[in-house]
Each structure stands twice: as C-alpha cells, then as structure tokens.
C-alpha cells in the first residue's frame, strides 16, 4: 500500500481516535492500549447513536465528558506555549492559557470525531519508557494508510495523551510555532484573544470551518 499524503494532517485525528477499537492487527495488549481501546469503545457509542444524531449539544458532552480526561491538557499546554515562555507567565496567567488551550483542542477533536467513517488502525508497536510511552498506529483509509503516533505520560495511576504526531507532524509543535509567530508579533494577550475568539466559534458554529479549525 502507499502512503496517503494529507492535506489537512489534523484531520485524521480525531478519526484515527475513534478506530481504537477496531484493528486489523495488534500489538500485545497492554494497560496503556487497552486503556484507549475501553475509551473509544465509548465514544463509538455516542457518535453512532441515532439519538444524538440531531441532538449535538448532548452528543458532544458526552463525548468529551468520556475522552477528554484521557488528555494531559497542562501538559499539552506547557509543551505548546514552550519552556521560556511558560516560564515568563503569571500562574493565574497560565491556568486561563491551559483552560482556553483545552477548550480549543476539546471542540476541535469533537469535529473530527464526528466525521468517522469505518475506517480501521492497525497498531504497529508500543514504546514505553519510564513514565513516557508511545502507541503506533496505521489507520487503513480507501486511499492509503495514514502512519498516527500517540505520546502518553503517567501521572496519577494513570496514562494520558500529551501529544499525536499524524506522518511525522507533531500536534503540539505544530500549536508551539503558531503561537511563538503570534506571540513575537503581538503579544501574549493577543493569542489569548485569539484563542478565546476561536473557542467561540467553534462551540457557536455548528459546521465550523473544517479546512482550518486547527489554525488560530
């Protein structure tokens, strides 16, 4: 098979998400896939139901009331706003970033997650090293295969996502240039205007701009 060349690389994350649950074949099992797995089963559930086909406001909440404590989001946001700018804001500074962070990230996989269409993953390997682990995915499109990594870390008895690199692109580094362009431009207050302003959109339009809703 060849490898499906993306547009949009984000697009396929919330779908690569979503087949969890349904590989062609598999890595021994572990606590950290079949942590995922039992998630996903769940989001499945919810995104195939006919009864929140026209009901989205119940259908999104339950889906991030099932996926999104699998995420790190203070994590996610240190490693995006980057160490030395981290490091340069106030605490109360960096809790509103990390809220508005999760809020962007939360509306943008729910997008994607309901754009799932039976496609398949096969998982090719799990990596852990000390508190830090890696699952490998292919996810099995018409098209081609799209290679999607997961990046976990363990905190609390438990295994959350801190990152997804989709062909080689890391989520977070993606996130990390975007806002140090805006930041060096502007200035910290006006990515979080941004982020606050594209937070809005998303949870206010329900169709939402699916070319760029991973752009700020």
Do not use: C
């Not at 993306?6 to 994350?13: A, C, T």
């Amino acid at each position: 098979m060849y490898k499906y060349k993306l547009r949009n690389p984000w697009l396929v994350i919330g779908i690569s998400f979503a087949l969890m649950l349904g590989a062609g074949k598999a890595v021994q099992a572990s606590g950290i896939t079949e942590g995922l797995k039992a998630t996903i089963d769940q989001v499945i559930g919810v995104v195939t139901d006919p009864q929140y086909k026209e009901d989205r406001h119940t259908r999104r909440t339950k889906m991030k009331n099932i996926i999104f404590p699998k995420f790190n989001f203070l994590e996610m946001g240190k490693r995006s706003l980057g160490s030395k700018r981290w490091k340069e804001r106030s605490p109360e500074e960096r809790k509103a970033f990390v809220d508005v962070f999760g809020k962007l990230l939360e509306n943008s996989y729910a997008n994607k997650l309901e754009s799932y269409h039976d496609e398949k993953i096969n998982y090719v390997d799990e990596i852990v090293k000390g508190k830090f682990a890696m699952v490998k995915t292919e996810v099995v499109r018409k098209n081609g295969i799209v290679n999607v990594d997961y990046k976990l870390i363990q905190g609390g008895g438990e295994w959350l996502v801190y990152d997804i690199v989709v062909e080689g692109v890391s989520m977070i580094k993606n996130y990390r240039s975007q806002f140090a362009r805006i930041i060096h431009r502007d200035s910290f207050g006006s990515l979080m205007e941004k982020l606050n302003t594209k937070v809005d959109k998303l949870e206010n339009d329900q169709d939402g701009n699916k070319d760029d809703e991973d752009k700020i």
